[in-house]
């Protein structure tokens, strides 16, 4: 990984969108700091998009989308996108699903299998705090609100998941398990053709992704300028394919730190 003072003057002269994974690459140790979203707000201003891609539940997304200066932004490990539509007198959120809603609760069932025999294995874990708000995944809790599991314990965990059938990523926080055959990438491909009208070569040559953990491999793979932010160190012998560039600071200071230097080499 080359330090992200290296990024190429001439790709920041042509970006236009910045995918962003958010727990511990936007965020700093569970809170939004002032750097990260001042950063997100002179992206913004200069007019560059920016598209959170989270496995976060769709209760978030739905407030983000909202709230937040965002292009749009893909929840749940891919499930859906959601953005604002402005065509409207009153501005409407719209989401896009990978699949019916219907579908899902047919697999749901299979979640309460996962969660039996994932608490009897490891009864210190826990739900995700936002469970309830989440339409498409079931997400295990090993560090965010209850004491840290061994990493060998959340690796068993992913296999619980495997043995039902369910496809697994590991976030710094949750292990997401879902079914389906749809990932960050997937639908961000989806969410770049339809609602940034981007082909392909467009997505790859005039767009980054920031991210910090092994759920973000398919979307470090896929984009040249991907970046990592410095809490990926911990996760590197995780990662197949690492960020084509890191930033020296952690979390959201690290995101910060890249958009500074992304602007300097604009002006």
Request: hydrophobic letters at 40%; charged letters at 25%.
């Amino acid at each position: 990984m080359k330090p992200i003072t290296e990024i190429p003057t001439e790709f920041c002269k042509r970006l236009t969108t910045v995918f962003a994974d958010i727990d511990d690459t936007i965020s700093t140790e569970g809170k939004i700091l002032p750097e990260a979203f001042s950063a997100m707000w002179k992206l913004y201003e200069h007019g560059i998009n920016i598209v959170p891609i989270t496995g976060r539940c769709a209760g978030w997304v739905d407030h983000i989308a909202r709230m937040w200066p965002v292009k749009g932004v893909v929840g749940e490990n891919g499930a859906f996108y959601a953005y604002m539509d402005y065509s409207h007198p009153i501005p409407k959120l719209k989401k896009r699903y990978y699949f019916p809603p219907e579908t899902v609760k047919e697999l749901k069932i299979k979640f309460e299998d996962i969660k039996q025999e994932v608490f009897a294995r490891f009864p210190t874990a826990a739900l995700a705090s936002d469970q309830p708000y989440r339409e498409f995944d079931l997400a295990i809790d090993f560090c965010e609100d209850v004491p840290p599991l061994k990493p060998e314990d959340v690796d068993e965990i992913v296999k619980i998941y495997e043995k039902h059938g369910a496809k697994t990523k590991i976030s710094s926080i949750h292990v997401n398990g879902w079914f389906g055959d749809y990932d960050k990438l997937t639908m961000t491909k989806i969410f770049a053709k339809e609602i940034l009208n981007m082909n392909e070569l467009e997505l790859k040559s005039t767009c980054l992704f920031i991210g910090d953990s092994p759920n973000d491999q398919p979307m470090f793979t896929y984009f040249p300028y991907s970046v990592g932010v410095k809490n990926i160190e911990k996760f590197i012998q995780k990662i197949q394919k690492p960020p084509a560039y890191k930033c020296s600071k952690i979390g959201g200071l690290g995101f910060a730190e890249m958009v500074s230097i992304i602007l300097s080499k604009r002006a």
